[in-house]
């Protein structure tokens, strides 16, 4: 079966999460960002990391969730077949790793975005990062609006956003109140039982 290596609240949140949608065999270890186990597997030290019984590894959380959706066409989990679906899959997958995930970085480590030092200029970099986390949830929520999910049915890339949604909760100001339909978004997850229990196994309960 296969294994996933996950980081407690990380975007390997969402892998985990499909793999419970799924319900096939998988086994779920958690690692620490660049802790000896997981460079045994990677060795970029970094989460999501998918290895296959044969040993075969595939990293990256879009890869992976694509990966798992076309594995497992039984689980209805890509948001569709046609053409066009298939593109809007690959667009919403791009925003979440290159605009949505990318925007948080100045906001998780400011310190990789100045040579400035001082406490002033991080804070001025997290500042700066807020106003980048805010113009993608004002996306994402126009685009949600009469929508239940972001593709055509529940899909991986509901999944792909659970992650981002929780730490935009945790860290905007106004914890995200401002995008009524981002916050229907994960209320609607949150009360699935298979994100239940992933949530449950990642807090350790």
């Known amino acids: 079966m296969p294994t996933l290596y996950y980081a407690v609240g990380a975007c390997s949140m969402a892998p ?8 096939a065999p998988f086994e779920a270890v958690k690692v620490q960002y660049g802790s000896p186990e997981l460079l045994a597997v990677n060795p970029a030290g970094a989460v999501p990391t998918l290895r ?17 959706s076309q594995k497992h066409p039984e689980a209805n989990l890509s948001g569709g077949d046609s053409l066009r679906q298939k593109a809007e899959n690959h667009r919403w997958s791009a925003f979440l790793t290159s605009d949505m995930h990318a925007a948080f970085w100045p906001v998780f480590m400011p310190y990789r975005y100045t040579t ?8 001025k970099v997290v500042a700066a990062g807020h106003v980048l986390v805010h113009k993608q949830f004002a996306t994402l929520d126009k685009h949600l609006e009469g929508r239940e999910w972001i593709l055509d049915g529940k899909s991986v890339i509901d999944a792909y956003a659970f992650p981002m949604i929780r730490w935009g909760k945790k860290l905007l100001e106004g914890n995200l109140t401002q995008y009524p339909n981002v916050l229907a978004l994960h209320d609607r997850l949150a009360a699935d039982p298979a994100v239940q229990k992933v949530l449950d196994r ?4």
């Not at 985990?16 to 319900?23: A, D, K, N, P, S």
């Not at 400035?116 to 804070?123: G, N």
């Not at 990642?202 to 309960?205: I, M, P, R």
Request: aromatic residues 8%; charged residues 30%.
């Open 52 to 68: 296959e019984d044969d040993g075969w590894l595939l990293t990256q959380a879009g890869a992976i969730l694509d990966y798992l």
């Open 116 to 123: 400035d030092e001082s406490d002033e200029a991080r804070a």
């Open 202 to 205: 990642e807090s350790g309960n």
């Open 16 to 23: 985990h999460i499909v793999l419970e949608w799924i319900g």
